[in-house]
């Protein structure tokens, strides 16, 4: 059942649902009103009856006067706003402002307000307004509501809710002294020979030191959040478990002070549940990260169990002070995780939960365990972007953030009020995924992250960006909407569900001033201009891909590229520059059931991309007449150079001439998506100690860095 389609259009739109929407083709898409009803039920409205619809609407209308401040209140620096607070009618009220930073609260000056007073819930309610200064210092700050009787000084009640200055824009990486290229990889596929199967903390620090010699300013990688720790770990670095901690399988355990001190034995021991591990590395077969972790996380217990030097257990101790409770309730979620790996028993459904709090003294030994984890890869992620910092780069590491998490991860675990229940994220159809996408992650709850003052979105992102220079947003739309699909519906039958774009954004611009970050957001697809206007506005990088960069004539000349972007060529959603020439991925699709029109219609349309895209090229004089793919792959990246983009990257992959996609949208087993290791055109594996002397990417780099512009060019 379900309201009738005026109320239910008009309930949608007071709580941020879209009842239509413009599809990737420019078509106006009208959505079914059961996908309406479900995804109002998980923002925990009920639409099923005109009724229920018609009192829906009137508590939107009645929920600001229903409290005294609002929830929270989000202030640009630099610019004065409004405020209204709500008392009965005829009280007075007065409004100070408590600074995080201590000292003398500030004064909120009152200004005239004539609204007319309102009923609420069977009593008058008037509405005062306060003018917020200008002046007020970055910070999440303590708005204090004191409220008196009519006609004296008589306090009858306080409320308090915070107050968040956010700067109004971030300076550039150009205004902070950055303007050139960087490398773009997936960090668990490239391996060195002392990898333990997998790219890891150490290997990072060697490709920060290796491509900051030749002149690149950042290398960007997957995301790092922590997977599953016991159990079977996910592949996706884009499903992780939590996006505040990080994954324990980039740990270098032999980087570990402790090592040097451990009695033969144990040495031994670890050492030789090293040598399976290192060998996979020389291997070009599928990364299998359950056998990788189960061997390292065997060797990092025996390391965990060596005793520390007094500073170095201080050291740990702070960490988990600083870390809070964050830290130890995901350090006990993953002590039950191995535990429990199939099902949490009757009482542990959150850390909140009798059981879950009357037990955890048991579990005080893994608890330690699992946040001395967190606590090195930290430190190891840390020396990785101190030793690309002092190679030159002047970003070094740019990190890699998730849109969302595992429906059945730490973090619905540790915080479920901040998540809609039975709806997932995704995508709606497009080119390139004609059947839509359905990601398999809870949204959060954009009415319970305003009640939770955007404390999730804080407390993530200040981990995130700790051990960065610069941090990709991946599918920044999030911050502003995000495509909802009720459980049991196909990804094109969801829809947008809006968030408060000033307060998400405002609390990520906070947390990056004080970082010290650059911030760049995928931008790709169906994102509105006014959400590329915004970030642009707000000193937020967008990102432009030159395979997508067409219009009806053909590819866009250099000239025609967004300034404020990074830019690529390609991205790990498509096949590297070789396979894309080679038509890899149409052959892909079609064998995997992925299209909804003809092969051959597609194939058609690929190569006529190609020829315009080769037509493009000999344009700008970087091609002659029957290329090979390699000298294609070369004059793209030439391409991109000459754009006025402020950060370019190569990816690592178009380098050494691997033809094989990282991941193939739209499947989930049917193809080893975040398994393929680095490997040649030959399928040789390239390792971190073949790059200086690869023929292929020391040639890429050299075509690459012949067209800098004199502004980045050494």
């Known amino acids: 059942m379900s309201?009738?389609?005026?109320?239910?259009?008009?309930?949608?739109?007071?709580?941020?649902?879209?009842?239509?929407?413009?599809?990737?083709?420019?078509?106006?898409?009208?959505?079914?009103?059961?996908?309406?009803?479900?995804?109002?039920?998980?923002?925990?409205?009920?639409?099923?009856?005109?009724?229920?619809?018609?009192?829906?609407?009137?508590?939107?209308?009645?929920?600001?006067?229903?409290?005294?401040?609002?929830?929270?209140?989000?202030?640009?620096?630099?610019?004065?706003?409004?405020?209204?607070?709500?008392?009965?009618?005829?009280?007075?009220?007065?409004?100070?402002?408590?600074?995080?930073?201590?000292?003398?609260?500030?004064?909120?000056?009152?200004?005239?307000?004539?609204?007319?007073?309102?009923?609420?819930?069977?009593?008058?309610?008037?509405?005062?307004?306060?003018?917020?200064?200008?002046?007020?210092?970055?910070?999440?700050?303590?708005?204090?509501?004191?409220?008196?009787?009519?006609?004296?000084?008589?306090?009858?009640?306080?409320?308090?809710?915070?107050?968040?200055?956010?700067?109004?824009?971030?300076?550039?990486?150009?205004?902070?002294?950055?303007?050139?290229?960087?490398?773009?990889?997936?960090?668990?596929?490239?391996?060195?020979?002392?990898?333990?199967?997998?790219?890891?903390?150490?290997?990072?620090?060697?490709?920060?030191?290796?491509?900051?010699?030749?002149?690149?300013?950042?290398?960007?990688?997957?995301?790092?959040?922590?997977?599953?720790?016991?159990?079977?770990?996910?592949?996706?670095?884009?499903?992780p478990v939590t996006r505040r901690f990080f994954n324990p399988i980039y740990i270098r355990p032999e980087d570990i002070r402790e090592v040097a001190y451990l009695p033969p034995e144990e040495r031994g021991l670890v050492e030789r549940l090293g040598l399976a591990p290192k060998a996979a590395s020389t291997r070009n077969t599928l990364i299998d990260r359950d056998a990788l972790w189960a061997a390292k996380k065997a060797a990092l217990d025996v390391i965990y169990r060596q005793p520390r030097s007094a500073a170095r257990q201080r050291s740990f101790e702070r960490f988990r002070r600083r870390e809070g409770a964050g830290l130890e309730n995901f350090a006990y979620w993953c002590a039950l995780t191995e535990a429990y790996p199939e099902a949490f028993p009757a009482g542990f459904e959150n850390p909140q939960a009798p059981a879950a709090q009357a037990n955890r003294s048991a579990y005080a030994d893994r608890i330690d365990f699992y946040a001395w984890l967190q606590w090195i890869v930290d430190a190891q992620f840390h020396a990785a972007q101190v030793q690309a910092r002092k190679s030159g780069m002047g970003i070094g590491v740019m990190g890699d953030l998730a849109v969302g998490v595992h429906p059945a991860g730490a973090d619905t675990w540790m915080m479920p009020e901040a998540f809609a229940t039975g709806v997932s994220v995704g995508a709606p159809p497009d080119m390139y995924n004609q059947q839509g996408q359905d990601w398999s992650q809870p949204p959060f709850n954009p009415r319970a992250l305003r009640r939770l003052h955007y404390r999730p979105v804080r407390d993530m992102v200040r981990t995130v960006m700790r051990n960065v220079g610069a941090l990709r947003i991946d599918h920044v739309m999030g911050f502003f909407r995000l495509w909802w699909i009720p459980a049991g519906h196909s990804p094109a039958d969801g829809t947008y569900v809006h968030y408060d774009q000033e307060a998400m954004m405002g609390v990520l611009l906070l947390e990056a001033q004080r970082a010290g970050v650059t911030l760049v957001g995928e931008d790709l697809g169906n994102v509105e201009p006014s959400v590329r206007q915004f970030l642009s506005e707000r000193g937020v990088l967008g990102t432009s891909v030159m395979l997508f960069e067409q219009t009806d004539s053909g590819f866009k000349i250099p000239e025609q590229y967004r300034e404020d972007t990074l830019t690529t060529v390609d991205t790990h959603d498509l096949p590297p520059a070789a396979g894309y020439l080679?038509?890899?991925?149409?052959?892909?699709?079609?064998?995997?059931?992925?299209?909804?029109?003809?092969?051959?219609?597609?194939?058609?349309?690929?190569?006529?991309?190609?020829?315009?895209?080769?037509?493009?090229?000999?344009?700008?004089?970087?091609?002659?007449?029957?290329?090979?793919?390699?000298?294609?792959?070369?004059?793209?990246?030439?391409?991109?150079?000459?754009?006025?983009?402020?950060?370019?990257?190569?990816?690592?992959?178009?380098?050494?001439?691997?033809?094989?996609?990282?991941?193939?949208?739209?499947?989930?087993?049917?193809?080893?998506?975040w398994r393929v290791p680095l490997a040649d055109a030959d399928g040789h594996v390239v390792l971190l100690e073949d790059f200086p002397s690869n023929g292929p990417l020391n040639a890429l780099l050299d075509a690459y860095r012949s067209e800098q512009s004199p502004s980045t060019a050494e």
């Not at 003809?598 to 020829?611: G, I, Q, S, Y």
């Not at 294609?632 to 990816?651: D, G, S």
């Open 3 to 239: 309201a009738t389609r005026d109320l239910l259009t008009r309930l949608a739109a007071a709580y941020g649902v879209d009842a239509s929407y413009w599809s990737f083709g420019g078509e106006r898409v009208q959505v079914p009103s059961e996908t309406l009803v479900d995804v109002l039920a998980a923002l925990g409205v009920d639409a099923t009856t005109d009724e229920a619809a018609r009192q829906a609407i009137e508590d939107a209308e009645l929920e600001p006067w229903r409290s005294v401040l609002p929830e929270v209140t989000v202030l640009r620096e630099n610019m004065e706003q409004s405020i209204q607070i709500h008392v009965p009618h005829g009280y007075g009220v007065t409004v100070d402002a408590e600074l995080e930073s201590g000292g003398p609260a500030w004064h909120i000056s009152q200004i005239d307000d004539f609204t007319e007073p309102r009923l609420v819930d069977g009593h008058l309610v008037g509405q005062a307004s306060f003018i917020l200064p200008s002046n007020l210092p970055l910070g999440c700050h303590t708005l204090h509501a004191r409220v008196t009787k009519p006609g004296g000084d008589e306090v009858t009640g306080t409320d308090m809710a915070p107050l968040i200055v956010v700067p109004r824009r971030l300076a550039s990486p150009k205004e902070r002294g950055v303007d050139g290229w960087g490398v773009q990889s997936q960090l668990y596929s490239i391996r060195s020979a002392q990898s333990w199967g997998i790219g890891d903390a150490a290997d990072l620090t060697e490709l920060g030191s290796f491509f900051g010699s030749r002149g690149a300013q950042f290398i960007l990688i997957n995301p790092v959040h922590s997977a599953q720790v016991a159990g079977h770990m996910a592949e996706s670095p884009y499903l």
């Open 582 to 673: 080679a038509g890899t991925h149409v052959e892909l699709r079609e064998r995997l059931g992925l299209l909804v029109e003809p092969v051959e219609t597609v194939l058609a349309r690929t190569r006529e991309e190609k020829e315009r895209l080769e037509a493009a090229l000999r344009i700008q004089g970087l091609l002659g007449e029957d290329p090979t793919d390699r000298e294609i792959v070369l004059a793209m990246h030439q391409f991109i150079a000459r754009t006025p983009a402020q950060l370019k990257a190569i990816a690592v992959t178009d380098a050494v001439g691997e033809r094989r996609v990282q991941n193939q949208p739209g499947t989930d087993q049917e193809y080893p998506n």
